[in-house]
């Protein structure tokens, strides 16, 4: 049985109690040429909390560990100067390859690893990653009030024949296309865009301002992707 923590960590609890109260949200500092959108990278998480860890004696390790056939894993581990510890382990699929692909495994499995510590460190210290002008928007906006709509089920979007959506092609290239969907919520601030997932379906992707919205996405049926960094749909 594989074990997280040291017996006791009376000590190092009283540790990162300080450390967490020096550690400020990360700000997103990257951004993903292929989703388009932006995240915390792991340098700028490792700035975040290097000097708050240090100066209440807490060592960060983190290592590959074993893991199962198509995964990479990462173990993240906090040792205080007492010998007390907490660890982690965060697993990442690797991408599948067909016969003649072309994918770099070296590099996925970089990526994978990269991934995996930078989303461990985070969960361990319970961080978030913001957006630069996040606080401001938080702190500068009122509640919000939204027109009154019958809304449909996520999997109703492409079902009103007699509605169709209206569609703009995107500038960009990015495979996508910006519509407006019945049977989802007009918000300020917040668009539409048509997109695949993983396997090639097609789903919705709210983009904009989504975060001081996020209570009326959910209402209707929009999902969090981690792994995009952004609420999405079936279509």
Do not use: C
């Not at 017996?7 to 550690?23: F, H, R, S, V």
């Amino acid at each position: 049985m594989q074990e997280f923590s040291s017996p006791t960590i009376t000590n190092l609890a009283k540790a990162l109690l300080t450390a967490q109260e020096q550690i400020s949200p990360v700000t997103k500092d990257a951004t993903n040429p292929f989703l388009k959108n932006r995240y915390a990278s792991l340098v700028a998480v490792l700035e975040a909390v290097r000097r708050p860890l240090l100066d209440n004696g807490i060592l960060l390790i983190q290592r590959v560990v074993e893991s199962e056939p198509g995964t990479a894993a990462v173990e993240t581990r906090l040792l205080h100067t007492s010998g007390e510890w907490v660890a982690g382990v965060t697993t990442i699929p690797l991408p599948e390859t067909e016969p003649g692909s072309k994918t770099n495994m070296g590099q996925a499995v970089g990526a994978a690893i990269s991934y995996a510590r930078r989303y461990g460190l985070m969960a361990m210290l319970s961080m978030a990653a913001v957006d630069e002008d996040t606080d401001n928007e938080v702190r500068n906006t009122q509640p919000q009030t939204y027109p009154q709509h019958r809304l449909q089920q996520p999997q109703s979007i492409q079902q009103h024949t007699d509605q169709p959506s209206v569609t703009t092609q995107d500038p960009a290239g990015t495979g996508t296309t910006k519509s407006i969907y019945p049977g989802l919520p007009t918000i300020p601030d917040v668009t539409y865009e048509e997109s695949k997932d993983i396997d090639g379906r097609d789903i919705v992707i709210a983009t904009g301002k989504t975060l001081i919205h996020k209570d009326a996405l959910k209402k209707v049926g929009f999902r969090w992707s981690p792994e995009r960094k952004s609420w999405w749909i079936a279509a």
